[in-house]
């Protein structure tokens, strides 16, 4: 097993390390020789480095998606930590245990899997079973649902990221459709299971997470169609309606036009579907963004575009001994001065506009 891991590095410490090359960046010093800035990963997160001396020697030796080992020194710049790469080597992929380098679901894939077939036996509706049950017994289908990440950053982005976030969404899914009077359990079941299909062939997650030529082309809402609809005409007798209402809970799980989305919701079990996909999903990036964050000091986390916002460390903060009653206040500012009351308008010499004039003639005239 590699070590040092990135999630165990420390201020001031020397390494000699393995690493995954994920961005791979050639720049130029002010002295006119190039320098190298890259971002190196493991499977528990990312390390901005940069090699300032040597780089000519070594530049082209790798690229993005190698692995390398690299000794340097750990430091502190802008409150993260970045590693000073003094010397740098390529390694070959027999070199490297790749379960070292990808990140991955906490659960067993196997015992996911086996909770998902349960999830399908429990399925009244006999079409929608036979479609699930169609589906999920091709082992191509299933072998790439079991690892498949759920995203390429955003949420789940973890082998077997799909297939936990799924089961996630089945566990609320069932709640809601005991809640909500009205809700065709089978029907959200299945649309839980279904809605992201597409990813197992719109990501590629061989050495990095990222897109296929299909996916970047026609991305996992229209594969995901595609394929339910071509199991689904298989099946004979399967309701041309049913299908229907499967597929739109597909087209339309992002909720919004501008997300993706070719058909807003438009009936019940879809909109759940969209909600439930929407607060699983934001609920694993406030966890991970949390969890990943690199910031040495504060109780806040760098900025998550997806989430359009910083994220408090809740435990750091309650951790975080609250400042002492005299430094708070010594810390505090003065009180104001007071300002002086204003003078109070001169007496009044009557109710008219007649009486003011005369007042102010009488003044004018002493």
Known sequence: MKSPFVSELKPD?????????HVKDVRQKKTGDPYLSLTLAD??????A???DNAAEVLDTFGRDDFIKVKGLVQIFQNRLQLTIHKLQRLDDSDVAFADY???SKRDPSEMEAELRRVVANVSNPHLKALLESIFSDEKVMAAYRIAPAAKS?????????????????????????????????????????HDIGKIQELVYARTFGYSDEGQLIGHIVMGVKMVGEKARAIHGFPQKLLMLVEHMILSHHGNLEYGSPKVPLFPEALLLHHLDNLDSKMEAMRQTVERDQRIEGVWTGYNPALERMVLKRVKFLED????????????????TPKPAPAPPPPSHGNSLLADKLASALKSGS
């Not at 410490?13 to 090359?21: E, G, H, K, R, S």
Request: net charge negative.
């Open 13 to 21: 410490q020397t390494i000699n390390a393995p690493f995954l090359v």
């Open 154 to 194: 955003i949420h789940h982005a973890f082998l077997s990221g799909l297939i936990e976030h799924v089961l996630s969404m089945v566990a609320i899914a069932q709640f809601t459709a005991r809640h909500y009077e009205g809700i065709d359990g089978d029907l959200l079941l299945t649309g839980v299971l279904l």
């Open 43 to 48: 499977r528990t997160g990312e390390l901005d």
């Open 50 to 52: 940069k090699m300032w």
């Open 321 to 336: 001994p609250p400042p002492s009653q005299a430094g708070a206040q010594q810390n505090q500012a003065p009180p104001p």
């Open 102 to 104: 990808f990140p991955a």
